[in-house]
């Protein structure tokens, strides 16, 4: 029976945008690591400090403005700001270059009528092809590092760019997601033309696991041009860092991180802590399952 999450509802955004849909349908319970999370927990149990950062600075950005959700998975994320900040006024790019992973991530946006677009592409340093190496313990953990996780088996896929795609397109990013298994350093060393030019919002992933040396060299150009390396957690005011000292903050609790391209407001933190409080209300007891070809109620 398909699953539909409960969405957060922030009052400021529906008075300043308008409504927005109050459930997403994510299609299974248990078909992946992310679906079988929400069944168990909801939209709170999955990253809510991540989403209410993402939600946050979606809301600042000025109409028009691109997102790049940059391992996208089944789209999650990108469903979410589609749907809150939907009607055109921020384009979204969801990039998955897992093959059936990428197709349950268009499933999810034609299923909820939304308008983010899908690029079935792994992000690097440079474009071409890669081998993806797929995990052995769950296609969350897929990555183009070999070492990342015990994998099954690999699969080649296209291979673009942070600068590359944001020149095709003409689409130059607000905001940045990066979740990427290890790999962001080549992901941030393909983007640094974009960050010099266009200076984005980046949420980041750094997991203790990653090649920190690569990381410092990828992140050094960043703090260069004035960003803060701050990590997300859910109490404000965060710390910040510079590519030196943000190691000793990695940690498995606190993995998710905001490169700022400006110094953070107690207005920015008060609108993540309304999303954050929004978003915990949505635990499993307000998911909703539905009959299959039913609409989401």
């Known amino acids: 029976m398909p699953l539909a999450i409960t969405l957060p509802l922030n009052p400021d955004v529906i008075a300043a945008e308008g409504p927005y849909p109050r459930a997403l349908n994510v299609l299974s319970r248990k078909q992946t690591a992310v679906q079988r999370q929400l069944r168990r927990a909801g939209l709170a149990g999955y990253e809510p400090t991540t989403q209410a950062t993402l939600l946050a600075l979606a ?46 991530c268009r499933r999810v946006r034609e299923c909820n009528r939304l308008s983010y677009e899908v690029v079935e592409s792994a992000v690097s340093s440079a474009p071409g092809t890669a081998e993806l190496y797929l995990s052995e313990k769950s296609e969350s953990s ?106 000793r903050a990695v940690s498995g609790q606190c993995r998710d991180w905001l490169l700022a391209p400006e110094p953070l407001t107690p207005g920015f933190h008060r609108a993540v802590r309304r999303w954050l409080i929004a978003i915990l209300a949505c635990d499993e007891t307000t998911n909703l399952l539905t009959p299959a070809g039913s609409p989401v109620p």
């Open 142 to 247: 897929n990555s183009l590092n070999s070492a990342h996780r015990r994998h099954t088996r690999s699969v080649p896929v296209p291979v673009t760019t942070v600068d590359a795609f944001t020149a095709e397109r003409g689409a130059a990013p607000y905001l940045v997601k990066i979740d990427v298994e290890t790999f962001e350093a080549a992901v941030l060393e393909g983007a640094l033309r974009t960050v010099d030019r266009h200076r984005p919002w980046i949420v980041c992933e750094l997991l203790p696991s990653a090649d920190h040396d690569a990381l410092r060299r990828s992140l050094a150009p960043l703090v260069a041009l004035g960003y803060g390396l701050h990590p997300i957690t859910p109490e404000a005011p965060w710390s910040r860092y510079d590519e030196r000292g943000y190691r």
């Open 59 to 104: 809301q600042r950005a000025p109409a028009g403005s691109s997102v790049y959700d940059i391992g996208a998975h089944i789209g999650l994320y990108s469903a979410l700001i589609s749907a809150v900040y939907g009607r055109g006024r921020l384009r979204t790019y969801a990039f998955e270059p897992t093959p059936d992973i990428a197709g349950l």
